[in-house]
């Protein structure tokens, strides 16, 4: 399913999200000017949901790049770990930290394979090479034009072949390697806003006053109850004056699988002029995200996902044009 957006209404800003401290008593000049500089108002501006479906690279979405992996990565890890350090795997730590890596997720994995009488493990990694490797998995070795029962079972009496035993695991393990380096890079399709129609007067309300008086920021949290954790940067993209612009970005932060405990995404600085933008015009939300770690015990299905939920802090006056 298409990603989800939620955008509130905010059409009753004036009302129920003004705090406390504005004085509405205290009305003058021809425009309405509530509050002053210390005043602080706060409403939330939209809900994002990115589901499994929006989570992909050239393999697929999260689902099925997550199943791949698991057939390539040993049933237990090393250690007794937990979780997969995609981070290590892909090299984010560097060259010889994959390397030493990815070596000990392999020797697991033969050791894993060579102690199974019953194949099981083996079976799984042929069943995935005939469905999408066949063609280039040792093809001297191997039948390509036969079913997939029958290509189980040439190509574990090959494995099991003192002759052809060392060729096969060698290249078992370099399709493995290569998967598990290059292939847990993943996107998160961008949303696309076509704006947020509160209305102009609405709009000027929480962007315009005087901004030597006023500061604008934007704030929320996030939370995911998929098998992975991920670090995330997300930024509000537009066209401006003809050219591409990035209108707001966050810190990067991380998130980890705990939906009941949302992590909390830092506030950060807008300007009136970007927040007009997103506003008034068509903006781009980049997630920017890249995973850290995942968990292959733990379920996923499609109805899991990722939720945000941002907000607009105004601190000062705001203005009314009336």
């Known amino acids: 399913m298409r990603k989800f957006l939620t955008i509130f209404t905010l ?5 129920s ?9 205290d009305i003058d000049t021809d425009d309405i000017g509530i509050g002053d500089e210390n005043s602080v108002f706060t409403c939330p501006l939209m809900t994002l949901r990115v589901a499994v479906a929006d989570i992909v690279n050239e393999q697929g979405d999260l689902d099925g790049i997550l199943a791949e992996a698991d057939v390539w990565l040993p049933s237990r890890l090393p250690d007794g770990a937990e979780a997969v350090d995609v981070k290590r795997l892909t090299g984010g730590d560097g060259q010889q930290a994959q390397q030493a890596y990815v070596q000990t997720l392999l020797t697991v994995l033969q050791e894993e394979i060579d102690a199974d009488a019953s194949d099981r493990k083996l079976e799984q990694i042929a069943r995935q090479i005939y469905a999408e490797y066949r063609e280039d998995f040792l093809p001297d070795y191997l039948p390509v034009d036969v079913d997939e029962a029958e290509y189980i079972a040439a190509f574990r009496t090959v494995y099991h072949q003192q002759a052809t035993h060392d060729l096969i695991w060698e290249n078992i393990e370099l399709f493995a390697a290569r998967y598990l380096t290059t292939n847990l890079r993943i996107d998160v399709r961008p949303f696309v806003l076509s704006g947020i129609d509160v209305g102009a007067d609405v709009r000027d309300m929480i962007v315009g006053g005087d901004e030597s008086k006023t500061s604008l920021s934007l704030f929320g949290d996030i939370a995911t109850d998929l ?3 991920f ?6 993209e537009a066209e401006v004056e003809g050219s591409d612009r990035t209108l707001f970005s966050f810190p990067s932060f991380t998130v980890f699988p705990t939906a009941e405990a949302p992590v909390e995404i830092e506030e950060t600085s807008v300007s009136a002029d970007a927040l007009t933008v997103i506003f008034d015009q068509e903006t781009r939300i980049e997630l920017n995200m890249q995973l850290e770690n ?11 996902g990722i939720t945000i939920n941002l907000k607009v802090r105004k601190k000062g006056g705001l203005i009314f044009n009336v």
């Open 231 to 236: 670090s995330a940067e997300p930024s509000f």
């Open 11 to 15: 059409s009753l800003l004036a009302v």
């Open 17 to 25: 999200c003004i705090d406390n401290d504005y004085d509405l008593s």
């Open 227 to 229: 098998p992975v954790s």
């Open 294 to 304: 995942y968990y292959p015990g733990r379920s996923l299905d499609l109805g899991q």
